[in-house]
């Protein structure tokens, strides 16, 4: 099994920085992918960004050019730097490990608020 806990969310003003991390253990050396979710109340969870065991990278078109994913293999965790926020980014953002194509965790998700 692999357990996911994401970390760094938090309140922050438009305009300014935060960098998640996404710390995954257990079975990880077969994790093909890793991605970053979002989600507000009464809306379905969203792609952020995702990043595949060959460092290609793909990312929602509302923040293209904003964000950035990266992962170190070394230690097992996945980052998400996210600039210029804005009031939009607010949700509860969730880390996601897929092998194979099949979803094996979802963490426990990290609230990120941005106030204008």
């Known amino acids: 099994q692999v357990q996911l806990v994401e970390s760094g969310g938090g309140l922050v003003q438009e305009g300014e920085s935060l960098r998640l991390s996404c710390a995954a253990s257990?079975?990880?050396?077969?994790?093909?992918?890793f991605g970053w979710y979002r989600q507000v109340p009464g809306k379905q969870r969203d792609m952020v960004a995702s990043?595949?065991?060959?460092?290609?990278?793909n990312y929602a078109d509302s923040v293209k050019g904003r964000f950035a994913i990266s992962r170190d293999n070394a230690k097992n965790a996945v980052y998400l730097q996210m600039n210029s926020l804005t009031p939009e980014d607010t949700a509860v953002y969730y880390c996601?490990?897929?092998?194979?194509?099949?979803?094996?965790?979802w963490g426990q998700g990290t609230q990120v608020t941005v106030s204008s």
């Open positions: 990043i595949d065991s060959g460092g290609m990278t």
């Open positions: 257990g079975s990880t050396s077969s994790i093909t992918a």
């Open positions: 996601r490990a897929v092998r194979a194509f099949r979803i094996v965790a």
